[in-house]
C-alpha cells in the first residue's frame, strides 16, 4: 500500500492514495461477518496455508473475488496500513470515489486525511462516480491531474540524467 511504504521508508517525498481501502480488516468484517478479529483472519489464513481449506471454498466479498488467500492479504494489508498512519512525514494527497459503494470513506479515505492534518501537508479530494470509476473517463483524469500536480508541487521536475 502507498501510504505503509510512504510511512516505512524514509525516500518518500510525497505520496498520494487513490480510492485507497485503509481499514482492511473493517470492510472486510462488514461485508463478511462470519470472519472478526484479527485472530480468526489469521487462524483462517493459517488453515489456508495448510491445505485444510481452500481459498475458493471461502465467500469473497463484494469487488475481491480471485484474490488467492484473501484473510492473509486483510490481515496483514490492515496491519501495515492502520499501523503506518502515525508514521507519515510526507505530504499526502488522498483521492477517494464521491459514491464509494465497497467501504465507507469515514473509516478508510477521510480517517487518513484526519489523522494527518496538523501533522504534515494533506488534501482530499472526491473523483466523481464510485469505486472503480476513477479509472476511467473524467475521473481518471482528474486523478491523473491531481497526483501530478502534488508531485510537481513536492517534488519538482524530474532532473535530466547525468549519464
Same mark, same amino acid.
Given at each position: @500500500?502507498?501510504?505503509?511504504?510512504? &510511512?516505512?521508508?524514509? /525516500?518518500?517525498? +510525497?505520496?498520494?492514495?487513490?480510492? $485507497?481501502? #485503509?481499514?482492511?480488516?473493517?470492510?472486510?468484517?462488514?461485508? @463478511?461477518?462470519?470472519?472478526?478479529? &484479527?485472530?480468526?483472519? /489469521?487462524?483462517? +489464513?493459517?488453515?489456508?496455508?495448510? $491445505?485444510? #481449506?481452500?481459498?475458493?471454498?471461502?465467500?469473497?466479498?463484494?469487488?475481491?473475488?480471485?484474490?488467492?488467500?484473501?484473510?492473509?492479504?486483510?490481515?496483514?494489508?490492515?496491519?501495515?496500513?492502520?499501523?503506518?498512519?502515525?508514521?507519515?512525514?510526507?505530504?499526502?494527497?488522498?483521492?477517494?470515489?464521491?459514491?464509494?459503494?465497497?467501504?465507507?470513506?469515514?473509516?478508510?479515505?477521510?480517517?487518513?486525511?484526519?489523522?494527518?492534518?496538523?501533522?504534515?501537508?494533506?488534501?482530499?479530494?472526491?473523483?466523481?462516480?464510485?469505486?472503480?470509476?476513477?479509472?476511467?473517463?473524467?475521473?481518471?483524469?482528474?486523478?491523473?491531474?491531481?497526483?501530478?500536480?502534488?508531485?510537481?508541487?513536492?517534488?519538482?521536475?524530474?532532473?535530466?540524467?547525468?549519464?
Amino acid at each position: @500500500h502507498a501510504l505503509a511504504s510512504a &510511512a516505512k521508508d524514509h /525516500r518518500v517525498k +510525497a505520496v498520494v492514495c487513490q480510492i $485507497g481501502s #485503509i481499514d482492511t480488516h473493517a470492510n472486510w468484517v462488514n461485508r @463478511h461477518p462470519d470472519y472478526r478479529g &484479527a485472530v480468526a483472519i /489469521r487462524n483462517l +489464513a493459517t488453515e489456508q496455508a495448510r $491445505g485444510n #481449506i481452500f481459498p475458493w471454498t471461502i465467500k469473497n466479498p463484494i469487488g475481491l473475488d480471485g484474490s488467492p488467500n484473501l484473510p492473509k492479504v486483510v490481515f496483514e494489508h490492515t496491519n501495515n496500513t492502520i499501523a503506518s498512519i502515525d508514521k507519515i512525514e510526507c505530504p499526502t494527497l488522498i483521492l477517494a470515489a464521491e459514491n464509494e459503494e465497497l467501504f465507507k470513506n469515514e473509516n478508510n479515505s477521510e480517517l487518513v486525511h484526519k489523522k494527518l492534518q496538523g501533522r504534515v501537508p494533506t488534501e482530499i479530494d472526491y473523483l466523481t462516480g464510485g469505486h472503480y470509476n476513477a479509472y476511467e473517463g473524467e475521473a481518471y483524469k482528474k486523478g491523473v491531474q491531481r497526483a501530478t500536480d502534488w508531485f510537481q508541487l513536492y517534488i519538482g521536475s524530474p532532473q535530466p540524467s547525468r549519464l
